[in-house]
Nanobody, 111 residues
Framework: VQLQASGGGLVQPGGSLRLSCVASGSTVRFTIMRWYRQAPGKEREWVATISPGDSTNEADSVKGRFTVSRDNAKNTLYLHMNSLKPEDTAVYYC??????WGQGTLVTVSS
């Protein structure tokens, strides 16, 4: 199983980004998937979850600003990030089940 995350970059405060995580070797439709992030000097923290039944949950720090979704046809997980803040700066990781991690994509929110 491989997870390829992409979509990170430099964005100004208040801006938006969409992260993608393409899975190969497994089907995202039938597996719980999560996004995590790790800011410089901090521990990795959970951001959002989407279940096989499409129920979603987000951390309080991003609720109302970030949305997790999935495209089963493309076997891809997404994280839609709006109203970005400097404190959202981190490397973002996707996770499939409890065993597999993507390589991370860097999001920098700065003016």
């Amino acid at each position: 199983v491989q997870l390829q995350a992409s979509g990170g970059g430099l964005v100004q405060p208040g801006g938006s980004l969409r992260l993608s995580c393409v899975a190969s070797g497994s089907t995202v439709r039938f597996t719980i998937m999560r996004w995590y992030r790790q800011a410089p000097g901090k521990e990795r923290e959970w951001v959002a979850t989407i279940s096989p039944g499409d129920s979603t949950n987000e951390a309080d720090s991003v609720k109302g600003r970030f949305t997790v979704s999935r495209d089963n046809a493309k076997n891809t997980l997404y994280l839609h990030m709006n109203s970005l803040k400097p404190e959202d700066t981190a490397v973002y990781y996707c996770r499939l089940g409890t065993s597999y991690w993507g390589q991370g994509t860097l999001v920098t929110v700065s003016s």
